[in-house]
């Protein structure tokens, strides 16, 4: 029996320029970016097509959305991360912390959840390149 593809492999050649493009960078981009990037190799793709490619990413677990102040951003690290975001440029930057065990104990302790999967915790505050403006 042959080995199943990754899921990767069998993505559309759009998703797979959509993924490239968010692949490329780690500022969290929006759509609107994602689709001027992308169109650099495929012209002809319309911003519907990124936007249901991004949709189609997302639900595979390729990549994540991050709602924030009413946009949608994405980020091509799937890894667990926090995020820090600045006030003054809204630049959004990845952020590894230590394990936050004890965090998802409580947080189970206190809501009565049978089990917590997953938590988003964002910080917010003044860049290095704003504080120094
Ligand atoms: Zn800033
Ligand atoms: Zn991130």
Redesign the pocket.
């Known amino acids: 029996m042959a080995e199943k593809a990754p899921k990767e492999m069998r993505l559309t050649k759009q998703r797979q320029a959509v993924l490239a493009a968010l692949r490329s960078t780690d500022t969290h981009p929006d759509a609107a970016w994602v689709y001027q990037e992308v169109r650099q190799s495929l012209p002809g793709i319309s911003l519907g097509t990124v936007y249901r490619s991004l949709a189609a990413l997302v639900d595979q677990g390729l990549i994540q959305e991050l709602p924030q102040e009413g946009k949608v951003l994405y980020d091509a690290n799937i890894t667990p991360h926090q995020h820090a975001v ?6 959004v930057f990845d952020l590894v912390l230590p394990p936050l065990d004890q965090l998802y104990r409580e947080a189970r302790r206190r809501s009565g959840f049978h089990s917590i999967s997953a938590y988003r915790l964002d910080f917010y505050g ?6 120094a403006a």
């Not at 600045?86 to 630049?91: A, D, F, I, L, M």
């Not at 003044?126 to 504080?131: D, E, G, P, S």
Request: a positive charge.
């Open positions: 600045c006030t003054s440029c809204s630049r003044l860049c290095q390149r704003c504080a």
